[in-house]
Structures are given as C-alpha cells and as structure tokens.
C-alpha cells in the first residue's frame, strides 16, 4: 500500500522550498499524513532517524508528535486518513483521552466507513485512564 518510504516521505519535508519548520507552520499535520501508510512500528523506530538523514533538526523531530498526527486524522474529514489512523490505533498505538475524544468525536460524527467506526469504538471503549 505504501507509495514511499519512510525516507522517501521524510525527505520530501525536508527538501520542500519552505523548508520543513515553514510548511509545518503552515500546513499543520497535512504534509506528515503519508506517514500513517507506513507500519506504524516502522515509523515510531524509524522517524527520529530519517529527520537526522534528511538533514532535519534535532527541533524539527521535537516538533512532530505521533499522538497528534493520529488525532488530526481522526479529526480529518478524509475517510482515507481517518482508516489509516484507526489502523494504527488498532495496531497497537498508545489510546490516551485525546485520542479517545477525537474518535468519539469521529464516531459521533460518523465520519469514516461504518467498520473503521465499530474497530474506533470498540477500541476506544477499552481505554481506560491511569489514575
């Protein structure tokens, strides 16, 4: 399913004519959800490195948040990237209250297919926090 790897995505940030920070500043998440194509246990071990070989700071990793990434496609209006995100979580990515608030904000809202909204609420109903 992946069209790019890792680096590939990575890269592309980095070599964008606004420079990472910029198009960062300006598009918010949008340029990073390529990376929920990827495996998520690809991206959670490999990103911090492909920053580093793409020439992108020790700040501009500092910057991204996995958490957030999946929160914001959750909260996208794009069925693609909300299933991708729900793939994820059901791969195992960390549920903590703000993901389980943007999902049910996803299945309330019934965005995304039906069976990315049952996986997302039976998912998010097991969730429970640390006291």
Do not use: N
């Amino acid at each position: 399913m992946p069209t790019r790897s890792l680096i590939e995505v990575v890269r592309g940030l980095a070599q964008h004519p606004e420079g990472f920070a910029g198009l960062f500043r300006r598009m918010s998440y949008v340029p990073l959800l390529p990376l929920l194509e990827l495996p998520r246990r690809d991206v959670a071990d490999g990103l911090r490195k492909a920053f580093s070989d793409s020439g992108l700071s020790d700040a501009d990793f500092e910057r991204v948040s996995l958490r957030d990434l999946v929160v914001f496609a959750l909260r996208s209006e794009s069925d693609y990237w909300a299933g991708l995100a729900v793939r994820w979580l059901a791969d195992g990515f960390p549920i903590d209250e703000t993901v389980v608030q943007a999902g049910d904000e996803m299945v309330s809202a019934k965005r995304g297919t039906q069976a990315d909204r049952q996986t997302l609420f039976r998912l998010i109903r097991r969730y429970e926090p640390c006291a």
